[in-house]
């Protein structure tokens, strides 16, 4: 998920590089070390990343995290921390639209970290509020010949550089589906594998595996896709034209478009999702059984989630 960018200064005088600036993008970290967004783990993606920069890079002035640091999750900030803090150099953040300001001021306060950007427009601005599901979709907006992305504070604030009021417009709302995770019991037989999937076993010293049977994890994932069902403007001015929603669009273009009119500034648009589909038809791409005290654990490493084909994605997007 991160972009990372190598950028030097060189004088017209074919000089050494005077300063070398580090650039992550788009890091989306989320709650847990172990989640996924679009089948990456963003923070093992991160952690890469650094060990390539570290690698490849260095010495450099700064590392500077571009926005999206995490996917709406602040929990986020304490990885982004503990991966960064220790490079010895200073670190520079502009937020993005999947930022929370407030709580990023607070998690990467002092030194190495240094956070700017800015989240006000010049214009009006109006809100759109999300209920039935927990979702966290792109939201855009365009008024006039202005098309921007809202950025979430709470609810989602769209900031134009204009003035609202009896302006018609939409928004638009994608990538609304998400994973979630259960718990899940497989069969492992006698020689370590669950179906035709070898897991590794890991033993300590002149240990065998005799460790057959009924394993549980609690990471089993699932998909869970969501349909606009409504949209309303909750308050302030304007109303609502007409929305496209739909109803199991497995489609990494999943997209609904709603379009207003009379909307005035601060007002706020309602969305309703309402959940179309779960899946729970995951299975085990690679395992690790190991000896933990007297008994066998069973860890799986990665998954086969076919719900990624249908989205048109892959866990290397």
Known sequence: MCRSTARSSRSTTNIEPTLRLIQFSDTHLLARPQ???????????????????????????????????????????????????????????????????????????????????????????????????????????????????????????????????????SIRLSHYWSEGQTSHSFTVDSSGRIGAVQCTISVNGNQSFDGGGSYSVTDFPTFNNYAVSSAAVGSGSGSITSFSGVTADRTANETTDINFSGLGANSRIDIGFTLTETRTDASVATCTIKKQGNSWALTVDSWNKPWLDLLKLSAAT
């Open 35 to 169: 989640d996924e967004l679009r089948g990456v783990r963003t923070l093992q993606s991160l952690r890469a990343c650094v060990d390539r920069a570290r690698a490849w890079h260095f010495p450099a002035a700064a590392l500077l995290l571009s926005g999206d640091l995490v996917q709406d999750e602040p929990a986020g900030y304490a990885a982004i921390r503990a991966t960064v803090a220790g490079l010895g150099i200073p670190v520079l953040v502009i937020p993005g639209n999947h930022d929370l300001p407030d709580r990023l001021q607070q998690s990467l306060a002092g030194p190495p970290f240094q956070v700017g950007g800015t989240t006000t427009s010049a214009g009006d601005a109006f809100n759109v509020g999300i209920t039935g599901g927990g979702l966290n979709p792109y939201v855009f907006f365009t008024v006039g010949a202005e098309t921007a992305e809202c950025f979430k504070t709470g609810n989602w604030k769209c900031s134009t550089s204009s003035t609202l009021g009896g302006t018609t417009g």
